[in-house]
T-cell receptor, first 116, second 111 residues
Framework: GAGVSQSPRYKVAKRGQDVALRCDPI?????LFWYQQALGQGPEFLTY????????KSGLPSDRFFAERPEGSVSTLKIQRTQQEDSAVYLC??????????????FGAGSRLTVL | SQQGEEDPQALSIQEGENATMNCSYK?????LQWYRQNSGRGLVHLIL?????REKHSGRLRVTLDTSKKSSSLLITASRAADTASYFC???????????FGSGTRLLVRP
C-alpha cells in the first residue's frame, strides 16, 4: 500500500481484556517496528522484526505483550489481560531495511488504546 | 530510556517568525533524524543529518549538528500555522536499527 496502515485507530478495553492491534506495513519493507507512545512523550521502542523474524523484543514491558509477523508482512501486537498502564498510542513503523546505512521510518497513524 | 532530549518542551510563536528547537544526546552517533507529529497522527520523517555533516537544509528547514557538544538544532524559517506540531529528534540506540526518540518540542504557530 501507499503507507503504513494500522487498525483499529481507537480501542477501548475493560481491564483484563485481551486486545490485538494490526499493522500493515509498506509493501516490500523488510523491517517493522512497534513503538508505544504515552501522552505528551516521545515514542518508546517495543520490538523489531526483520521479515518474519523478531530480532529484538527488549522493549516489551511484560510477558503480557506479544508481537508476531508470521509471513513477513502484516504484524499483530497482542496485549493480554490489559491494565490501565497499558493505555497509550501504539505506533507501527516500517523501513526498507537497516543495512542501507540509515534507518528512516515510515509510521502509521497509530492505535490509541484506552483501558478502563 | 531516551537518548535525545529536546528543548524547549513547548514553544509558541507568531506566524512568520522563526522557530528553533534543540536536541541533546548522550552517546556517539552515526546520524540524527528529526520527525514531526501532528496531533493524533503518526510521525513523519523530516530530515537526516550524518555525523560527518555540520549543517543541512531542506526547504524551510535547517538542521545543524555539533558532535563535540552532542547536540543538534532544527530551525524552521518563516513559520506557518500548518507547522503546529510536535517535533522529535531521534538517534540510534544500542543497535543501528533501534531509533530512540526524545520527548519532543510542542510548537504552536499562532496565525
Amino acid at each position: 500500500g501507499a503507507g503504513v496502515s494500522q487498525s483499529p485507530r481507537y480501542k477501548v478495553a475493560k481491564r483484563g481484556q485481551d486486545v490485538a492491534l494490526r499493522c500493515d506495513p509498506i509493501s516490500g519493507h523488510v523491517s517493522l517496528f512497534w513503538y508505544q507512545q504515552a501522552l505528551g512523550q516521545g515514542p518508546e521502542f517495543l520490538t523489531y522484526f526483520q521479515n518474519e523474524a523478531q530480532l529484538d523484543k527488549s522493549g516489551l514491558p511484560s510477558d503480557r505483550f506479544f508481537a508476531e509477523r508470521p509471513e513477513g508482512s502484516v504484524s499483530t501486537l497482542k496485549i493480554q489481560r490489559t491494565q490501565q498502564e497499558d493505555s497509550a498510542v501504539y505506533l507501527c513503523a516500517s523501513s526498507a531495511g537497516v543495512s542501507i546505512g540509515a534507518n528512516v521510518l515510515t509510521f502509521g497513524a497509530g492505535s490509541r488504546l484506552t483501558v478502563l | 530510556s531516551q537518548q535525545g532530549e529536546e528543548d524547549p518542551q513547548a514553544l509558541s510563536i507568531q506566524e512568520g517568525e522563526n522557530a528553533t528547537m534543540n536536541c541533546s544526546y548522550k552517546t556517539s552517533i552515526n546520524n540524527l533524524q528529526w520527525y514531526r507529529q501532528n496531533s493524533g497522527r503518526g510521525l513523519v520523517h523530516l530530515i537526516l543529518i550524518r555525523s560527518n555533516e555540520r549543517e543541512k537544509h531542506s526547504g524551510r528547514l535547517r538542521v545543524t549538528l555539533d558532535t563535540s557538544k552532542k547536540s543538534s538544532s532544527l530551525l524552521i524559517t518563516a513559520s506557518r500555522a500548518a507547522d503546529t506540531a510536535s517535533y522529535f529528534c531521534a538517534t540510534e540506540g544500542d543497535s543501528s536499527y533501534k531509533l530512540i526518540f526524545g520527548s519532543g518540542t510542542r510548537l504552536l504557530v499562532r496565525p
